[in-house]
């Protein structure tokens, strides 16, 4: 944070992780981005679900974001999912999708720490206000209809990240869960690609098919991320990534999110030190330049041991500080490789 309340982060967060003073002060000066979350899912729940909607300037005993969290967490860029359902009708996708951004408007116009962001500047002019900036994607592109040129409507509502599928088929591609076809992008996917590159929108390929993403890799002529996925060496997981994944998000100068749910970390255990373990993977295939964090809080079901919300995020840096990266290599993890793709892509 870069305001006064930096001591007062200071104290909260040793409070809570009894933090070296070293990884304290990193943790405190770095820039901390988080590209996946599904709060809003919790801000306005989906109908029928009878759950109690959330205001996000108030702190909650349950789930695991909200303001006075993303704070404590020293979190400065917060990625919040849109994310329409399972297997949506198009009309109701585009309905949900438009009430999740009007929500999010909502939370913002309340809580004046929350800044809605949609360029690289916004978001370091909320971090020199010690305010938090808010990202918003698209997850699956439901919404879209099947007409690419809907994204320039999206991209006027403030979407700055898109992912073409969750897990199922669309017009677009097809998700993990019809990685049985072995399929490639459709004519409409990728002439939503060169629109997303034309506008300066982020091209995210968490949740598609194996061979759909060998297709964008072909196709992409800008940097694009996995917002959230990890390393399928270390967990076996089809959300995961393999080596030569990774390799070819690195070539185009990409960044992987490190997903924070169990059963994409260990097959047994999942801890802090285990997620850890995901990005020395990354960073030893591809590079220190090409990882971050993605945590998917708010959409998993459990958490890692020593990640039970986003306040806990600053363990991350202790851990990173006691294997032996280095301040830059940590700046670079807990933020600074985002940055350079949002800097790029979004302006």
């Known amino acids: 944070m870069r305001d006064n309340s930096a001591e007062d982060l200071t104290i909260e ?69 849109i994310y329409t359902g399972f297997r949506p009708n198009p009309p109701d996708a585009l309905l949900r999708a438009l009430q999740l951004v009007m929500a999010f408007e909502r939370e913002c116009e309340e809580n004046e720490e929350l800044v809605k962001a949609e360029s690289y500047r916004d978001i370091m002019k909320a971090v020199e206000e010690g305010k938090v900036a808010g990202l918003l994607s698209l997850e699956g592109a439901e919404p879209l209809m099947g007409d690419p040129k809907m994204i320039g409507i999206f991209h006027r509502l403030g979407i700055r990240m898109i992912s073409l599928t969750w897990n199922w088929r669309n017009p677009f591609a097809d998700g993990l869960a019809a990685s049985r076809a072995e399929s490639k ?30 297709d964008v890799v072909e196709v992409a002529e800008k940097p694009f991320i996995a917002s959230h996925s990890n390393c399928r060496a270390l967990c076996d997981h089809p959300r995961n990534l393999t080596d030569d994944m990774i390799k070819a998000i690195a070539d185009h100068g990409g960044v992987i999110g490190m997903n924070f749910a169990p059963m994409f970390i260990h097959k047994e255990k999942a801890t802090l030190e285990r997620l850890v373990d995901h990005i020395d993977h990354v960073v030893e295939v591809a590079g220190i330049d090409h990882v971050g964090l993605g945590s998917d809080f708010d959409g998993i079901g459990s958490t890692p041991e020593g990640l039970e919300d986003v306040s806990k995020i600053p363990g991350i840096t202790e851990e990173l500080l006691r294997r032996g990266y280095s301040e830059e290599e940590i700046r670079k993890i807990l ?4 940055l350079r793709v949002f800097r790029e892509i979004i302006g």
């Open 185 to 214: 992008l459709t004519e409409l996917g990728v002439e939503a690609i060169r629109e997303m590159e034309r506008l300066g929108i982020i091209l995210d390929v968490s949740h598609l098919s194996d061979s759909c993403f060998w």
């Open 335 to 338: 933020g600074e490789n985002h």
């Open 13 to 81: 967060l040793r409070r809570i992780h009894e933090m070296s003073e070293e990884a304290l002060r990193i943790h405190r000066e770095a820039i901390v981005v988080d590209t996946h979350c599904d709060t809003l899912l919790r801000v306005l729940p989906p109908p029928g679900s009878g759950r109690r909607p959330i205001r996000l300037g108030e702190r909650s005993k349950e789930g695991h974001i909200d303001l006075p969290r993303l704070k404590e967490g020293g979190v400065d860029c917060q990625v919040f999912a």
